[in-house]
């Protein structure tokens, strides 16, 4: 089963990553140093490389490798980066970040998940993250600025409070779907000088991210 899980691993990056355009060296290296089979609960282990986001428990989701690769490809991840990533389900992006950059701190708001997601990274010897329980709307505002955020999920709208937590120059990557479509719009809001910049990137599908609801705080898109 390992020989078979590491041919989908390969096959992930030559059938889904490189049609796509993903060629970021850095990037596919990242996926393939994490055993994405791990991050998958129960007996799904044969389905962790296909196409398609997985349902971790109501309403959360592993996304699709591809998906995830898209929206970090839209930005430049330096080594130097520090990273706040908001919800991460069982924390594939998490390990995967953590392979581009020196420190990623993750909020998760689901107990549950956090527990697990802990269990997963130490289970690889991911050490330069930090997990945190708190609402996802909240961010983390103790180690703020952040050069990246990333949600990976849809949200209706991206509020003040996170993109207050962005370092000079720092983006805000996410999908915003605000008016429950079947596709979002991939979106990075780049801070300058304390201006929101807003670029739409592509459409895409994404499962919503909980804890962002449409009526609360500023809409920037």
Request: aromatic share 8%; proline share 2%.
């Amino acid at each position: 089963m390992v020989v078979e899980l590491d041919i989908m691993k390969r096959n992930m990056i030559d059938c889904q990553f490189r049609p796509a355009g993903i060629s970021n060296v850095r990037l596919i290296e990242a996926f393939l140093s994490v055993p994405r089979d791990l991050f998958v609960p129960g007996d799904n282990k044969l389905i962790s490389y296909f196409d398609g986001h997985i349902e971790i428990k109501k309403g959360r989701w592993l996304l699709s490798s591809l998906s995830i690769a898209k929206l970090i490809n839209t930005v430049d991840v330096s080594r130097d980066d520090i990273i706040l990533e908001i919800g991460t389900a069982t924390g594939y992006a998490t390990a995967v970040l953590a392979h581009l950059t020196s420190l990623v701190i993750v909020v998760e708001q689901d107990l549950e998940l956090l527990k697990i997601t802990e269990k997963n990274l130490s289970h690889i010897s991911c050490d330069n993250t930090l997990i945190v329980q708190k609402n996802h709307i909240s961010g983390y505002e103790k180690s703020a600025p952040y050069d990246k955020i990333f949600i990976f999920g849809s949200v209706s709208s991206v509020h003040d409070n996170l993109l207050s937590q962005l370092s000079d120059n720092g983006s805000l990557i996410t999908v915003v779907n605000d008016n429950k479509g079947t596709f979002g719009k991939a979106v990075v809001y780049k801070k300058y000088n304390n201006i929101i910049n807003v670029s739409d990137m592509y459409e895409i599908s994404l499962p919503e991210m909980v804890g962002f609801e449409k009526e609360e705080g500023f809409n920037f898109s």
